[in-house]
């Protein structure tokens, strides 16, 4: 955990590839100092069928999910990170966003936390 979702049009992957974009995005949270490489998922999801503003235009939109307990500013400091990231990569791309929402521990399970 944390989780990185990367919905985009699937032109983006034309200009770079899907495992650069994945990295950028891994770098960038592994870079934040919030987490460990070794807990950051990153996922990515191209669309062929889009419309931003009523127009078939490029995008990518990032949304992170983290355990709650970061700051205002560490999440909007992890946001930034990823933008720049992916508009470093993406230089062509006017679309490019990150939204981070928190998820409580109460209501966080996975496998390892299941009892025995």
Same mark, same amino acid.
Not at 75 to 98: C, H, M, N, T
């Given at each position: 955990? @944390?989780?990185?979702?990367?919905?985009?049009?699937?032109?983006?992957?034309?200009?770079?590839?899907? @495992?650069?974009?994945?990295?950028?995005?891994?770098? =960038?949270?592994?870079?934040?100092?919030? +987490?460990?490489?070794?807990?950051?998922?990153?996922? %990515?999801? @191209?669309?062929?069928?889009?419309? %931003?503003?009523?127009?078939?235009?490029?995008?990518?939109?990032? +949304?992170?999910?983290?355990?709650?307990?970061?700051?205002?500013?560490?999440?909007?400091?992890?946001?930034?990170?990823? %933008?720049? =990231?992916?508009?470093?990569? +993406?230089?062509?791309?006017?679309?490019? =966003?990150?939204?981070?929402?928190? +998820?409580?521990?109460?209501?966080?399970?996975?496998?390892?936390?299941? @009892?025995?």
């Amino acid at each position: 955990m @944390p989780h990185f979702i990367i919905d985009c049009s699937a032109d983006v992957l034309t200009q770079a590839s899907e @495992p650069d974009m994945l990295s950028a995005v891994l770098n =960038a949270a592994e870079a934040s100092g919030l +987490f460990t490489k070794d807990d950051i998922k990153v996922r %990515v999801n @191209p669309y062929v069928r889009y419309e %931003v503003g009523g127009k078939k235009t490029s995008f990518i939109h990032v +949304f992170g999910y983290i355990l709650e307990g970061r700051t205002e500013a560490q999440k909007a400091g992890l946001s930034q990170r990823i %933008v720049k =990231a992916l508009a470093d990569l +993406f230089p062509g791309i006017e679309y490019i =966003a990150s939204s981070i929402d928190e +998820f409580t521990k109460a209501g966080y399970c996975n496998r390892h936390l299941l @009892p025995a």
